[in-house]
């Protein structure tokens, strides 16, 4: 799902510049905007996208295109193209987090059915033992009447 190892394969990848010799993080590099570089030069571009640590994956770029002026300014005929895959993106996400939802709910009423049947074991033993501890009762009782 997530963009890994700095792979330049993504939906967004035409509209920035990956610096290569800068990493944001363990995986990816610096992304900066082309749209603030056509509208503010390579500089003021750069030192943006350091503050905003942009890296070369769709979510982070995502967020900085929804609201850069410079790139609405450079590709007007891109904009829907970027809120459509944003949009679709978060619901991914949701979808996603839905569904693990889902199965941590099922996980959990699985461990309530569990829960339920130990104790039912363990109250079934109870009565086992007061029934015999009744038992060797009455049987005394018996044998020393006899
Ligand atoms: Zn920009």
């Not at 035409?14 to 603030?36: M, P, T, W």
């Not at 996603?96 to 889902?102: E, G, K, P, W």
């Not at 959990?108 to 009565?127: A, G, P, Q």
């Amino acid at each position: 799902m997530s963009n890994r190892g700095g792979k330049p394969s993504h939906c967004f990848n035409e509209f920035v510049h990956i610096k290569k010799d800068v990493k944001i993080n363990q995986s990816n590099y610096l992304a900066v905007c082309r749209g603030c570089i056509t509208v503010k030069g390579w500089t003021w571009a750069e030192t943006e996208a350091r503050k905003i640590n942009m890296s070369n994956t769709v979510p982070s770029i995502g967020k900085h295109l929804s609201v850069c002026e410079n790139f609405k300014t450079t590709y007007p005929d891109k904009v829907e193209h970027v809120k459509e895959n944003v949009e679709a993106r978060k619901q991914r996400t949701a979808e996603l987090r839905t569904a693990n939802n889902l199965k941590k709910q099922y996980q959990r009423s699985e461990r309530t059915v569990y829960l339920i049947y130990y104790s039912y074991f363990y109250i079934f033993i109870f009565y086992i033992f007061i029934y015999l501890f009744f038992i060797t009762m009455v049987l005394n009782i018996t044998f020393d009447l006899l």
